[in-house]
Structures are given as structure tokens and as C-alpha cells.
Nanobody, 113 residues
């Protein structure tokens, strides 16, 4: 059974940075296809970035060049480094184990002056 816990959200000014972390449990992490999603206020959940077990990455057009997804298999963690944050990045961010469609509880990111 997979269990996910996100951390690292908070309030940041436009142009600032945050790094989100997601610690996972389960025996299959090293080959797991993982993703970050977000849900802005009043909108549907959307894919932000994904990473395969081999480290191949994919990004939503809105975050390309600003966000970086990575993984540390030794710590069974994935990360989302978010730079040059914009107010439209404000959302609850969720970690997702794609194969089992397991979700974390989410972490709030607010970008505001």
C-alpha cells in the first residue's frame, strides 16, 4: 500500500521560490511513475509535472522553465522546485502515485504580495 505526505507549501511573494517535498512509502517507489498536480481555487485539478522511474520528466506548459521535478530514490522522495512564482501558481499542490492513483493530503501554495 502506498502512502504519500507532502510538505513545503507556504506564502511567498511573486518572483519567489519554494520547494515541495513528497515522502512516499511502499516497496515499488524506485520504479514508480510519480506526479505533482495542483488545484487552484475554484478550478479543477491539473497536472503540473511528472517523472518516471528512470527520471524522464514532463511539464505543463505553464510551468516549463520555472519548475523542476526530481526524485531521490534513497529517501523515497520526490520534489518540486518552484522558481519565479506567479500569483496564478496559487493552488493546493498534490503528490500522486500514478499507477495506484494514490494522493497525498495536499499542501497550500499562495503567491501574493
Amino acid at each position: 500500500q502506498v502512502h504519500l505526505v507532502e510538505s513545503g507549501g507556504g506564502l511567498v511573494q511573486p518572483g519567489g521560490s519554494l520547494r515541495l517535498s513528497c515522502v512516499t512509502s511502499g516497496d515499488t517507489f524506485r520504479r514508480a511513475f510519480m506526479a505533482w498536480y495542483r488545484q487552484p481555487p475554484g478550478k479543477e485539478r491539473e497536472l503540473v509535472a511528472s517523472i518516471t522511474g528512470g527520471g524522464s520528466t514532463n511539464y505543463a506548459d505553464s510551468v516549463k522553465g520555472r519548475f523542476t521535478i526530481s526524485r531521490d530514490n534513497s529517501k523515497t522522495k520526490i520534489y518540486l522546485q518552484m522558481n519565479n512564482l506567479k500569483p496564478e501558481d496559487t493552488a493546493v499542490y498534490y503528490c500522486n502515485h500514478v499507477e495506484t492513483q494514490t494522493w497525498g493530503q495536499g499542501t497550500q501554495v499562495t503567491v501574493s504580495a
